[in-house]
């Protein structure tokens, strides 16, 4: 439910953390409204399908901008592409070979590798349109050099394959919802606020796993750790319902 949400607000972290934030829980808050006596079967059932479908777009929005966020912070405080993850200089010269202009090098010149940096996650979030783990894992490989994002999505009380197949429960039913209209199976308040929770966790894993990253490249915290216990913490208060 929002409230349970509300109760978890940081005062420092990655921007596009923040971002999610406002959005999410702005989606959740069509649940509150589905509660109004005057809400009849119909638009109940209209009001928790957007709320599903606004919660994913929230998601993958999340996701792209952290991903931008991210890229910005490295080329920002790396002194040169020496500092780059060689898997990153790969993908980022396979994108040079396949250009159809002849002299696509030379905008790496001088501080021109920065904007092609940033042109290359550009065409990477573009063709980005199914936030699901494998997916996550292919975009930010691609265009960071960072191999197996989703196995930071790690607890003690959730593993990565619950948290990726809960996850990829919400894009499937948000995919039914936009191509049928229809679900195949009806859900309640109850899957929307365990889809939210979920987000939630893995917003907090996501960008500490992406801290790190950023920290082992160019020695620079770009934004305060997601400290553990208060992951362990949200995830009891949901879990207890």
Sequence with gaps: MPKKIDAYRRDATSDAYHGFYANAVEALSLMTLSKDPKCDGALKETLLKSCLVLL???????????????????ITHAKSPDDLPKLLKRCVANDLKNDNHDFAVWDLAEDGWKNVLMKHIEKNIAGFHNPKASNIDVLFKTSLGLENLS???????????????????MIEQRGEIAHTVKLSQLFTEADLNTFGWVLIILSGMTINCLRQYIIDIVKVEPWPLEQEDQLQGLIGRYRNG
């Design 56 to 74: 994913v777009a929230c998601w993958e929005s999340f996701i792209e901008d952290l991903l931008r966020q991210s890229m910005h912070t490295i």
């Design 151 to 169: 196995s930071s999505w790690e607890s003690e009380q959730l593993n990565t394959s619950e948290l990726s197949l809960a996850l990829k429960k």
